[in-house]
Nanobody, 125 residues
Framework: EVQLQASGGGLVQAGGSLRLSCTAS????????ITWFRQAPGKEREGVSS????????SYATSVKDRFTISSDYPKNMVFLQMHNLEPEDTAVYFC??????????????????WGQGTQVTVSS
C-alpha cells in the first residue's frame, strides 16, 4: 500500500508562487499515475495536474495550464507541483493521489485508491 504525504502549502499573495511536494512511502515504480487534486470550500474536488510515471506524460486542467508544472523525482519518490502566478481562485486544499492504473479520465477522483492528506493553499488578493 502506498502512503502519500503532501506538503508545501501556505499563504501567498496573488501573483506569487508555491511548490507543493508529494512524498510516497514506497518506491513509485514506473507504472504509477500521480495526480494533484484540489478542493475549495463548497466545491467539488477537481483534478489539477497529473503525471504518468511510466512515460512522463503530463496533463493539466485548463485553469492552471501555463501556470502550473508537475514533475517527479523518481529516486526520492516525490512528485512536485510548481505553481506560478497564483490567483485567489487557486485557494483550496490540495491533495495528491496515486494509482497503478486508471480506466477513466485522469481528473476523476474516483479512479484513485491512494490519497495523501491535504495541504492548504491560500492566495490573497
Amino acid at each position: 500500500e502506498v502512503q502519500l504525504q503532501a506538503s508545501g502549502g501556505g499563504l501567498v499573495q496573488a501573483g506569487g508562487s508555491l511548490r507543493l511536494s508529494c512524498t510516497a512511502s514506497t518506491r513509485l515504480f514506473g507504472d504509477y499515475i500521480i495526480t494533484w487534486f484540489r478542493q475549495a470550500p463548497g466545491k467539488e474536488r477537481e483534478g489539477v495536474s497529473s503525471i504518468n510515471l511510466s512515460d512522463g506524460r503530463t496533463s493539466y486542467a485548463t485553469s492552471v495550464k501555463d501556470r502550473f508544472t508537475i514533475s517527479s523525482d523518481y529516486p526520492k519518490n516525490m512528485v512536485f507541483l510548481q505553481m506560478h502566478n497564483l490567483e485567489p481562485e487557486d485557494t483550496a486544499v490540495y491533495f495528491c493521489a496515486a494509482d497503478l492504473w486508471i480506466g477513466g479520465p485522469w481528473h476523476d477522483a474516483s479512479e484513485y485508491d491512494y490519497w495523501g492528506q491535504g495541504t492548504q493553499v491560500t492566495v490573497s488578493s
